[in-house]
């Protein structure tokens, strides 16, 4: 055979180079996937987890152990290094679930790492000890050197997997479960035994706030998004209270200098003091605001951070996609299912022991045992006649007498048997078939059995692992507009150029690189582009500013001359959906149309122009005056209203005008704690560029705010909000925790100070409003006591105390009791008067 064809032979054989690369790499995928990366969904474990806890349960005698010893028993049975086993069992034992720990085992909040295994101790908590284990109901297999049995998997009786998340990377293949509530997962498991609906949300160790409206049960596709808390202490300064899911504290400072070094937010320092409780102290720079501050951290660094899952686990050595809910069902069956396996190896226990006990009663108390007494030929005849004489008793038995039944009777110690013996034995049975009954019952009713071993569960180890994590739907934050201006743009108006490096031409405004910048030129082009280095507009630029694309009220007026015609038209007109680097004509679209005037209206004002029309012209009046208030605002493509047919020679502004557009409509947001002009939760009112909005806090605070879109409101801490009317006067009840007692006080807003909070109640500790209103003849109506002993009454506000200055302490109403029920209800009739209590 010739060189050539053995080659060709040797390649496409098995053992061959060829042969062994067509199996070799599916081989080492699936042993990733199964070995190391991707969970069980028995017991919720990967190998390396499943045979720490195995080896930690052969260790255990109570006490800690040395890490170090553990990662060196784990080593029987798992085939890989020292380093790996250890960062498996610190990433068990900071889940604070399997494994009590002892020493420094890191923090996953700041990222510090744990002590040297020699350093640090663990072992089993009793809840693993509880739910893990039981070598009865263990399936086994030969450890990877064939000298130690390991378990399959572990018996778990707890949705494991969910409580504590999971995460890996195989070849072509990711899992990334997150870990769920340990007190919700029970509940919900009790709910699906009891046939009823539940819903499942993640719940993270570092707390902070979720939105899950898109967890999609965890399937592939889903995705959240977690927020760190962010409180502000003051107009200066702000308060990080906790870190996002996966982020550390150092990595979220980083990203926060990251994103002031990139302009995009503005900052003097953060500082981190966290210890036990996460505290990241952020100074905020001068005359920058807190709550755009807050909405750009969100925005720009890593205090916010989506999360996607994906729920992938091995169910019968095959990885499945599956959703959490289908996960708590398959756990919750296995422990139901574990649940029976252990009542019936027991109930077979307890039978036997029934067996034995009922055997060794028979065997004194009808004095069988003198067989042995009795001189038979042989050993086996003696086994023999104790069978035989058995034989009238079988029918008390639940099963037949084996020959190893006898010689455990035997090797009983044969003694002087008293009536006492014998009632305790009859005692031992009459136990054990009360057990026995029990067993069956419990097997016979296995869901309600099922059920009471969650809610002992949740009795014993609920305590402190409460939710940690609070579930609320975010809004979404636009990055254009909490985006600080960190560039200047200028502009060459006459060569029709505008960008940020044109230093040398004309300032224009400060802008963030984010931002759409709109522009006219005095052929009537408009054209949105993004801020660049440079970009080209079209000659001879009239105006040019940041593009507020949401802002419907910002009118555009405009007088232009029609280049075929040689007709002057007027229009008014929005500008808000656009295609951005589109050339928009504004005029009829003939060529040599030309913009005689133009301005932009923030608030849809209608100035007067003047209109000079040529000299040379066949007019009588050379001069005009036209009113925009006569045009109705349009599209952008609309003609507009014709103002002359003669030549014009230019057209100027005249006199200030006033906005044509009705009050802006004003809706506060109590699910976001945001106005909005959307129809979206309470209305305020309509307002007109002056007006001012007044928010009441419970703690006794008050504020006026401008209409600022953008600011930031805490829902549950707002007792009022309300368009501000300086004539308004305000009632409002509050306790006197000092005195025990609830004050009463009418007053109105003296002051002025935007968006700085006045506290109008008297200080103290525990002092809270109670109760406020802006009606002019407040009634309010109050309940005190509890059962057959209820008080009610109401109080006209208005006739019980005059009004007083924001300072004063106000009077006494009533008397501090527990039972207290407050609420307000307009007088139907101001002659009526209140009824008191007596």
């Not at 990733?32 to 190998?47: F, M, N, Q, T």
């Amino acid at each position: 055979m010739s060189k050539g064809k053995l080659k060709e032979e040797y390649e496409h054989s098995d053992t061959g180079v060829s042969g062994q690369y067509k199996t070799w790499f599916l081989d080492y995928a699936s042993y990733v996937i199964l070995e190391r990366a991707v969970p069980a969904v028995e017991d919720g474990l990967k190998p390396v987890q499943r045979r720490i806890l195995h080896a930690m349960k052969e260790m255990d005698d109570g006490r800690f152990n040395k890490v170090a010893n553990i990662i060196g028993q784990s080593m029987q049975y798992h085939p890989h290094g020292d380093a790996s086993i250890g960062d498996a069992l610190v990433n068990l034992g900071q889940k604070d679930l399997l494994i009590e720990t002892q020493g420094n085992w890191g923090d996953v909040r700041t990222g510090d790492e744990a002590a040297a295994p020699r350093y640090i101790e663990a072992r089993l908590s009793k809840f693993a000890l509880e739910v893990a284990f039981n070598n009865k109901t263990t399936n086994w297999q030969l450890s990877y050197d064939g000298r130690k049995n390991e378990p399959v998997t572990l018996p778990m009786k707890f949705p494991l997997l969910l409580a504590q998340g999971a995460e890996g990377i195989a070849v072509g293949l990711a899992t990334k479960i997150l870990p769920h509530n340990f007190c919700e997962l029970i509940e919900a498991s009790i709910k699906y035994l009891k046939g009823k609906k539940f819903e499942l949300n993640p719940d993270f160790a570092t707390g902070g706030t979720v939105d899950a409206s898109n967890y999609n049960e965890g399937k592939r596709g889903g995705k959240i998004r977690v927020r760190a808390i962010i409180e502000e202490a003051d107009k200066k300064t702000l308060i990080i209270k906790s870190v996002p899911y996966g982020v550390t504290t150092t990595q979220l400072m980083e990203s926060i200098v990251k994103a002031n070094d990139q302009g995009k937010i503005k900052i003097k320092k953060v500082t981190d003091h966290t210890a036990a409780d996460v505290e990241i102290i952020v100074e905020l720079a001068t005359g920058v605001s807190p709550d755009i501050t807050i909405d750009a951290l969100y925005a720009f660094t890593d205090c916010e951070v989506s999360i996607s899952p994906n729920c992938c686990v091995i169910v019968d050595k095959k990885p499945q996609f599956l959703t959490v809910t289908e996960l708590l069902k398959i756990a919750t069956d296995n422990t139901r299912d574990l649940l029976k396996k252990e009542l019936e190896i027991k109930l077979s226990e307890l039978l036997e022991k029934w067996h034995f006990t009922s055997l060794e009663k028979i065997f004194f108390e009808e004095k069988i045992y003198k067989e042995l007494e009795k001189k038979h030929e042989t050993w086996e005849k003696v086994l023999t006649a104790i069978e035989k004489a058995f034989v009238p008793f079988l029918k008390q038995l639940k099963r037949g007498i084996t020959r190893e039944d006898v010689l455990k009777l035997t090797e009983k110690p044969v003694r002087r048997i008293y009536k006492l013996d014998i009632d305790d034995l009859i005692r031992q049975i009459n136990n054990l078939e009360a057990e026995i009954a029990e067993v069956n019952h419990n097997l016979e009713n296995l869901t309600d059995f099922a059920i009471d071993y969650y809610n002992t569960l949740l009795k014993k180890y609920g305590k402190g692992r409460e939710r940690k994590t609070e579930l609320k739907q975010f809004d979404v934050i636009q990055a254009k507009d909490v985006a600080i201006a960190n560039t200047k743009l200028y502009a060459n108006f006459q060569e029709g150029f505008i960008g940020t490096s044109l230093k040398k031409d004309e300032f224009v405004t400060e802008c963030s690189d984010l931002d759409d910048i709109i522009c006219f030129t005095k052929a009537g082009i408009m054209k949105v582009v993004r801020v660049a280095d440079k970009v080209f507009i079209g000659k001879d630029i009239i105006y040019c500013a940041v593009f507020q694309r949401s802002d419907d009220r910002i009118t555009y007026n405009m007088v232009y001359t029609d280049g075929k015609s040689g007709i002057t038209y007027a229009k008014r007109f929005n500008v808000t959906g656009i295609t951005r680097d589109k050339e928009y004509d504004l005029t009829k679209g003939s060529d040599k149309s030309k913009v005689q005037y133009f301005s932009m209206n923030p608030n849809g004002e209608a100035e007067v122009v003047k209109v000079v029309l040529s000299p040379n012209c066949t007019a009588r009046n050379k001069e005009l005056e036209f009113y925009f208030e006569t045009l109705e605002i349009k599209g952008r493509s609309s003609i507009g209203n014709q103002v002359t047919k003669y030549p014009v020679r230019s057209v100027k502004f005249k006199e200030s005008g006033k906005s044509t557009l009705s009050a802006k409509k004003l809706w506060f947001d109590d699910k976001f704690g945001r106005l909005n002009t959307e129809n979206k939760g309470s209305y305020l009112g309509m307002f007109e560029a002056e007006d001012r909005i007044l928010v009441i806090y419970a703690d006794g605070d008050y504020e006026i705010v401008s209409q600022e879109l953008t600011q930031r409101f805490e829902p549950e801490k707002i007792m009022l909000i309300e368009k501000f009317n300086p004539d308004s006067i305000i009632s409002a009840i509050y306790l006197d925790n000092e005195k025990l007692q609830y004050n009463v006080k009418r007053f109105k807003i003296e002051t002025s100070t935007l968006n700085t909070r006045f506290h109008f109640i008297k200080d103290g500790k525990d002092n809270r409003l109670e109760a406020v209103s802006t009606d002019e003849s407040p009634v309010l109506k109050v309940q005190t006591g509890r059962g057959q002993q209820v008080n009610k009454g109401k109080f006209k506000i208005a006739k019980l105390t005059e009004v007083m200055g924001w300072k004063a302490i106000g009077a006494k109403l009533i008397d501090y009791s527990k039972s207290v029920e407050m609420e307000w209800e307009r007088a139907e009739n101001e002659n009526s008067q209140p009824e008191l209590f007596s």
